[in-house]
């Protein structure tokens, strides 16, 4: 090999490792590191969009969603098969019963009355979660997996509060906070769907 095709092979290869350490960089959202790829219980995401939820001026908390492939619509995002997730972190202190409760709200506001039904048990387990946390205070992540197999696996600061909720409603339901028709924070919803 000459030394110039040496050169050329050693700046490709360069190149490769600079893009493959900037695409490892966190993404800063109001402060919070948001990794760009996650492991999911062996499933490898990738960040779809992340953003911040206000209330009034009020910067509440950042959320981040990840996805086997990019999605760029609720429908895509809710079709889409294998393991996601939905990072919450707070950035402000909240009464961890007020947010379940706001989730809740989020659910009724945003999924088909005839489903309603179904999502009664999994609203309920989530809002004994909240209710047993007290206080979501600056700073607190937790994280809304689904799990093919197993179902949606709530984890606040790190740890997994109870037994998965099977029923794959439920998790769209929760998804639906963000992305369906009448969402928390529409800047919100488009920036996680990659818009923002």
Known sequence: MSKSALRRAALLATFALASLAASAVPI??????????????????????????????FKVYTAGLYLGKKAGTPEEVLAAPGAKRVTITMLRDIDANELGKLFTRGVEDNSPKNEMSQLIPGLLR?????????????????????????????????????????????????????????????????????KG
Request: proline share 4%.
């Open 126 to 194: 989530m809002s004994g979660i909240f209710s047993d946390q007290k206080q979501l205070k600056t700073g607190d992540t937790f994280t809304i997996d689904w799990v093919p197999g197993s179902g949606t696996i709530i984890s606040v600061k790190g740890a997994a509060q109870g037994e998965p909720i099977k029923e794959q409603a439920f998790f769209n339901a929760l998804v639906r906070i963000w992305l369906g028709p009448s969402p928390a924070d529409w800047k919100l919803k488009d920036a996680l769907l990659g």
């Open 28 to 57: 800063d959202v109001a402060g919070v590191k948001l990794d760009d790829a996650v492991d999911v219980h062996g499933a490898r995401l990738q960040l779809n969009g992340a953003g911040v939820r206000y209330k009034a001026v």
